[in-house]
């Protein structure tokens, strides 16, 4: 499984580092890229930062562009979103998720075939 963790509360301009740590059955797949995925009220799901499992190639949304990083710890089977200059606008209910295989610019929601339960940011103004 996926789990995430790392959500809360901040104010508008402030930082959170969300985590998603692969266990069991999801920790033994053959993980190609690891996404990050987000939902506001009344909204779709969207994409917001992917990470290959090497490191090497990371692919953001242009809204979070500059304000996002996502990297990796292998040995620990997670993968980390810092948060930096939150907006309002990024409150929503944040998701990690793997793709099993390989692709250069995969990064839509039907690619990643195992998800996290999602854990909640709130961003104040």
């Known amino acids: 499984q996926l789990q995430a963790s790392g959500g809360g509360l901040v104010q508008a301009g402030g930082s959170l580092r969300l985590s998603c740590e692969a266990s069991?059955?999801?920790?033994?797949?053959?993980?190609?890229?690891m996404g990050w995925f987000r939902q506001a009220p009344g909204k779709e799901r969207e994409f917001v930062a992917g990470i290959s499992w090497s490191g090497a190639v990371r692919h953001y949304a242009d809204s979070v562009k500059g304000r996002f990083t996502t990297s990796r710890d292998g040995a620990e089977n997670t993968v980390y979103l810092q948060m930096d200059s939150l907006k309002p606008e990024d409150t929503a209910v944040y998701y990690c998720?793997?793709?099993?295989?390989?692709?250069?610019?995969?990064?839509?929601?039907?690619?990643?075939?195992?998800w996290g339960q999602g854990t909640q940011v709130t961003v104040s103004s």
């Open positions: 998720a793997m793709r099993t295989y390989f692709c250069g610019s995969c990064w839509s929601e039907a690619d990643f075939g195992f």
């Open positions: 069991g059955r999801t920790a033994k797949a053959s993980s190609y890229a």
